[in-house]
């Protein structure tokens, strides 16, 4: 007669549970940090991250294939492109959405938002046939410094968090 089996029967012999590593997320718990990957020497990116870059990777020539035929579209390039920078500036820390990683989201908005404004106001001054006016300058002025200004607090976040994981060399 057979025996039925139970979660609580002993491992097979020869196998021994493997001890817990500090910063490893165990089997079956749920971590919003970022996690090692097996033989790798610093931690991954966390998954939020390389679903952001993933996303604003197919939003880029979705936005310049579409931007094309309708003109709006291209606003979904350029909210691609906020999503890989955000998705590239997390924090090394466990609060992974650093002060850095907030500005580049809100920088990558606020372009998002001025360039809308700057293509809406040249829509409307195309089909009224008429002069631009004097505040598509300043949004196309606005949008420009605020993704020159994304790019560079971006490339902050990446060289903070480069920093901070590289090894320390033991004396």
């Not at 809100?106 to 001025?114: D, M, P, R």
């Amino acid at each position: 007669m057979e025996q039925p089996i139970t979660p609580e029967q002993p491992e097979p012999a020869g196998r021994k549970p493997e001890p817990a590593q500090p910063g490893v997320p165990q089997a079956g718990a749920a971590s919003f940090a970022s996690t090692r990957t097996p033989g790798a020497s610093s931690p991954a990116s966390p998954l939020w991250s390389r679903r952001l870059i993933l996303i604003g990777a197919v939003c880029i020539p979705v936005g310049l294939l579409g931007g094309s035929y309708v003109l709006l579209v291209q606003l979904v390039a350029v909210a691609g492109i906020a999503m890989i920078a955000m998705g590239m500036s997390y924090g090394a820390q466990p609060p992974v959405f650093s002060r850095w990683t907030r500005g580049v989201g809100a920088l990558g908005a606020l372009w998002v938002l001025f360039t809308a404004g700057y293509l809406v106001a040249v829509m409307a001054a195309a089909d009224f046939n008429m002069e631009s006016g004097a505040l598509v300058p300043v949004l196309y002025n606005g949008g420009l410094a605020c993704v020159i200004a994304m790019a560079v607090v971006a490339v902050i976040a990446i060289s903070r968090r480069a920093v901070a994981q590289r090894p320390v060399p033991k004396r």
